[in-house]
């Protein structure tokens, strides 16, 4: 998925492409969960999110000003 930043918007927030880069990997993981055994076999189990469309990027919260959720 491309993301295409408003730089303007960006600097009245004293936001950076960095910023908005660890908001992403905040929201967007895959981590391990645990494994499920038996005598015969072994799986570990991952969890992740469900961030597949774009709306939902749109709703990560890259940082508060003043109280306010900067998306």
Known sequence: MRI?????????????TQDVEDAIRRSNLELPAGRIESQQREFSVTS???LIRP???AEIVVKTVNGFPVK
């Open 4 to 16: 295409l930043l408003d730089t303007d918007r960006l600097a009245a927030y004293r936001l950076t």
């Open 48 to 50: 992740q999110t469900n």
């Open 55 to 57: 709306g939902q990027f």
